[in-house]
Every structure is written in structure tokens, then in C-alpha cells.
């Protein structure tokens, strides 16, 4: 995909939350890697077996501020519901280079 590292990002949490998958990948570099508190480096294959089919668990799920810190990096701050009511707020700091995602560093928050 062309465009901005925010428009990138937007677009891959729009397919997440439609389980797009094949659309998705596209939007990944092979050599693409994901850490958060539960996984530690994880690549492409791995992100898209354990991380990407969990949309079922949201009730909702929505971007509160979506903020480049400069042409590569993106802040993404979201908030979403779980099925059973609970609600939380993460943080992600998205690397995108060259149209894909390079990088996702996921910190969890608290409820919200």
C-alpha cells in the first residue's frame, strides 16, 4: 500500500477488525516483528497465528488517537471492549517503512 505511515496503520486495524487476513499480510514486511508484554519478537507467521484472528473478543474496538512521531514511527492509542464488558486502553508504537509495517511494540494499559 502507498501512503502515509498513519494511513498504513489505520488501514491495518481496519482489516484486524474485519479479519481481512489476506488483505493484511500485504500491508507486513517479511521480516516484520510484534512484542508486547505476551510475546517477545514474534514474526509475521507468528503474529498472524496467535495475534490477528482475537477480533472475536471485542464487543468494540476503536483508535483514539492515531499520531505520527515522524515519517516512520506511528502512536496509536486505543480502546476497546471485551466481549464479557470489560474495557482497556493500549498503547502501540508501528514502524512503517517503505508502505509496510516493520515493527509493532504493544504496552498494555489498565482498565479504562
Known sequence: MSGT??????????????QDR???V???AD????????????????FFERCFPTAD?????RLLWVTPAD??????LYEYELATGERYR???AITVRDG?????????????
Do not use: C, M, W
Open 22 to 24: 489476506d488483505a493484511a
Open 100 to 112: 509496510l509495517i516493520r515493527e509493532v511494540q504493544v504496552f498494555f494499559g489498565g482498565r479504562a
Open 57 to 61: 473478543r471485542f464487543r468494540r474496538h
Open 71 to 76: 515519517e516512520e514511527l506511528v502512536f496509536v
Open 5 to 18: 505511515a498513519t494511513e498504513v496503520v489505520e488501514a491495518a486495524f481496519r482489516l484486524y477488525r474485519a
Open 31 to 46: 521480516d516484520f516483528t510484534f512484542t508486547s508484554p505476551q510475546d517477545d519478537h514474534i514474526d509475521k507467521a507468528a
Open 90 to 92: 493500549n498503547t502501540e
Open 26 to 28: 500485504a500491508l507486513y
